[in-house]
């Protein structure tokens, strides 16, 4: 079965810097769009950031110009290189996924279990 594990996350100053993996595995003919959510205590999961099979990029206003995007189409992977960071990014960050499976159809919308990102003042 396919699988979303994420990697990366912990407890970092303001200030500082995370860099996140999501890795896909599993019988996966294509991916599509990849991307990452975050959900804060008592708030809504929000897209953080999304990268198109092409490359092209979206990102969350309050992240602009801080977090960057990445994907490495022969290792299934992407990454979330988060810099300059601020108590209010505290989430929960998950992976999301846009694929083909070998077996079965499209998967608009998987997920992975998450990773902690807490950012102290």
């Known amino acids: 079965q396919v699988r979303l594990v994420e990697s990366g996350g912990g407890l970092v100053q303001a200030g500082g810097s995370l860099r996140l993996s999501c890795a896909a595995s599993g019988s996966i003919l294509k991916i599509n769009a990849m991307g990452w959510y975050r959900q804060a205590p008592g708030k809504q999961r929000e897209l953080v950031a999304i990268?198109?099979?092409?490359?092209?990029?979206n990102y969350l206003d309050s992240v602009k110009g801080r977090f960057t995007i990445s994907r490495d189409n022969a290792k299934n992977t992407v990454y979330l290189q988060m810099n300059s960071l601020k108590p209010e990014d505290t989430a929960v960050y998950y992976c999301?996924?846009?694929?083909?499976?070998?077996?079965?159809?499209?998967?608009?919308?998987?997920w992975g279990q998450g990773t902690q990102v807490t950012v102290s003042s």
């Open positions: 990268i198109s099979s092409g490359g092209t990029r």
């Open positions: 999301n996924a846009d694929f083909q499976p070998e077996f079965g159809p499209r998967e608009y919308d998987y």
